[in-house]
């Protein structure tokens, strides 16, 4: 498997990041799934770099428990507010992360 660069890590960590939605909508939901699914591969690539395979642990647990907050956003029984309210949750939550895996990677 070819390694990317650390500077293009960063970079897709970036445009990862500005694709972030901040509204519930079934649209929202596909692209947030989406946007976690390309982040979970930045850190597996990122996690075969010996310097950082230990501190990038704790960025796969805040994957959890962001699509477990993103699945609640979708409960049928939820109100717009409330489902607004868990995916704006989410959607900071990932940013969070991002941000703090960029600091630990540069």
Known sequence: MERLGMNDILIQLNELFDRIPRRHSADNVKEIYNIL???EGLLRRIETE???EQGIAPF????GSIQA???KSGDNKA???TKDILFD???GNLK???EA???LYK
């Open 37 to 39: 699914d390309a982040y």
């Open 50 to 52: 010996p310097a950082y």
């Open 60 to 63: 796969f647990d805040e994957l």
């Open 69 to 71: 907050i993103i699945k």
């Open 79 to 81: 109100g717009k507010k």
């Open 89 to 91: 949750e989410a959607s």
């Open 96 to 98: 969070d992360s991002m």
């Open 101 to 103: 895996l960029k600091q």
